[in-house]
């Protein structure tokens, strides 16, 4: 995975391969659900927590 400058990580999800393929996961063509699942977490280290951000871009055509 690579970072941005300010240490976030934009991961690309989409079933047609991108021109540029660095965080690209691929998916397939129909209906599509993401789950976040945290596993074992240190409650303590969660308190104040946020959950990442999720954008929705239009492909660049």
């Known amino acids: 995975m690579n970072r ?12 047609a391969m991108p021109e540029n393929t660095e965080n690209w996961l691929p998916i397939g063509e129909t209906e599509f659900h993401l789950f976040l699942r945290i596993y074992k977490p240190d409650w303590n280290a969660l308190r104040g927590w946020q959950p990442p951000t999720v954008c929705v871009k239009s492909p660049q055509i």
């Not at 941005?4 to 079933?15: C, E, K, P, Q, R």
């Open 4 to 15: 941005n400058a300010d240490g976030s990580v934009d991961i690309t999800l989409s079933h």
